[in-house]
Structures are given as structure tokens and as C-alpha cells.
């Protein structure tokens, strides 16, 4: 039983059995809404491996990345600043969690009336949205550096940005993480909701868009795309995660 357990295909069998469920659950069937994932897969082969790859997946993947990127940025530097300086904090939360509580799907007109409809407005859309998850977890997870470690890096006689850098920095790693994953999925669900509402191209503009002329087959394609872009972005995310943080894993593991 062990064995089956730590077996590397276990997380493999139930995305197997679903699949397998579905093939042939929807064998040859005849409804308009609900066409057999052989049709899907067709339609996907079609669509998005060929005619739309460049023209819609590649800018949807790389606007999802310039906000992400930004907002992970901007996060990590504001939160270290506001975690370590707590007037200038107490003078900017009221601001934080104001903007915070906007929905950012509330902003796509006020976004499409300033930069139009091409990508900067996606963009800014998407760093606007996942800054503040990133922003949130940097301020606690600097203020919550054990105070052995703060110690040390004043008997050394460390500078303010040596201990900020060297010490504070890496500390709040792992929580700056959770919110950098917590990030990722807010900018997943925001550029498809842009794509939606006032794009040119896109995922999310061709999959409404075969949604609104009935090509209901291309519509379910793009489900199952965005359902393997979402999955394979995850585990790119985990990786990085696990190679950047692998002392926090081990010294978790020693204890």
C-alpha cells in the first residue's frame, strides 16, 4: 500500500479517469451544447495549435506575465518598505485597503477609457489586481523576521539595505511566496475577463467569441486550454518556488 502511495504516477490516475470518463460518457453524442471531447479535441487541434496560436494564445501568455511581473515587483519593493518602516505604513493602509477593495473587473471601463483596448490596459489591469496579494505578505513577512536573526545582523553592524537584503529579504521568502501564488491565479482570471470585455484577440476573445456564432465545439476547446495553460503555470510557479526556497524546505524537513 505504501508503495502505491508514493508512486510518482499517483497524481496522474484520477486527470486519467476523468478523461476517460468523459471520452466515452460523450461518445457520439448529438447535442449542440455538450459535443463529444473527441469534437473537442479536434476543434482544439484546429484552433489553437495552428490558425490562433500566435495571434492569440502567445499575447495572451505574455500580457499575463508583464502584469504579473510587475506586480510582483512593485509588491516585494513597497511591502519591504512598508514592512520596515511603520509611520510611513500607518500613513498608507487606509490608501492600501481602499484601492485593495476595489474589484479590479470594476476597472476594465475606467482601464479601456485611459489606454483604450489594446494591451497596456490589460496590463496595468492585471499589476493593479496581484500587487496588493504580493504586497500584503511582503510587509508581514518582513515584520515577522525572528529577532535572533535581527540581532545578529546588528552586532555585525549591517547598513539598513544590507539587513533589508541580506537578512529581512530572504526571511519573508516563503510568505511573499504564498502571496506570489496567490497572485498568479488573480492574473489568470483577470486577463481572460479582459479578453472578454474589450479585446481584439486573445483566449479569452476567441473562446467568447465562438461562444456568441454557436461554435460550441471551439468554445469547450478553449475551456480545456485554459484549464492546461492554468495547470502548467502552476507547476512552473511550484518549481521555481521549490528550487528558490529549497534551504526553507530542508531546514522544515530537519526538524
Not at 5 to 30: D, E, K, N
Request: glycine letters at 8%; proline letters at 4%; charged letters at 10%.
Amino acid at each position: 500500500m505504501n508503495t502505491v502511495l508514493r508512486s510518482p504516477f499517483l497524481p496522474l490516475l484520477v486527470p486519467i479517469a476523468i478523461i476517460a470518463t468523459w471520452w466515452f460518457a460523450s461518445a457520439g453524442s448529438t447535442s449542440v451544447f455538450f459535443p463529444s471531447l473527441q469534437d473537442i479535441l479536434i476543434a482544439f487541434q484546429e484552433t489553437w495549435l495552428f490558425a490562433h496560436f500566435w495571434s492569440d494564445i502567445v499575447p495572451s501568455v505574455v500580457r499575463l506575465i508583464a502584469g504579473y511581473i510587475i506586480a510582483c515587483l512593485a509588491g516585494i519593493a513597497v511591502g519591504l518598505l512598508l514592512g520596515r518602516v511603520r509611520s510611513l505604513d500607518a500613513a498608507f493602509q487606509p490608501s492600501v485597503q481602499f484601492a485593495r477593495a476595489i474589484p479590479a473587473v470594476a476597472l476594465i471601463p475606467v482601464a479601456i477609457l485611459l489606454f483604450g483596448i489594446g494591451d497596456v490596459a490589460k496590463i496595468v489591469l492585471i499589476a493593479f489586481c496581484c500587487f496588493f496579494p504580493v504586497l500584503l505578505n511582503t510587509i508581514d513577512g518582513v515584520r515577522n523576521v525572528e529577532s535572533g536573526l535581527e540581532d545578529v545582523s546588528r552586532s555585525f553592524r549591517l547598513t539598513r539595505w544590507q539587513r533589508a537584503v541580506s537578512v529581512q529579504l530572504p526571511s519573508a521568502m516563503p510568505q511573499i511566496f504564498a502571496g506570489m501564488q496567490t497572485s498568479l491565479g488573480f492574473a489568470f482570471i483577470l486577463g481572460i475577463v479582459t479578453e472578454m470585455t474589450g479585446s481584439a484577440n486573445g483566449i479569452g476573445f476567441i473562446t467568447l467569441e465562438a461562444q456568441q456564432s454557436f461554435t460550441i465545439d471551439t468554445m469547450w476547446s478553449g475551456m480545456l486550454l485554459l484549464g492546461i495553460l492554468g495547470s502548467l503555470l502552476n507547476a512552473l510557479f511550484v518549481l521555481i518556488e521549490h528550487r528558490s526556497l529549497r534551504w526553507h524546505y530542508q531546514s522544515k524537513a530537519g526538524h
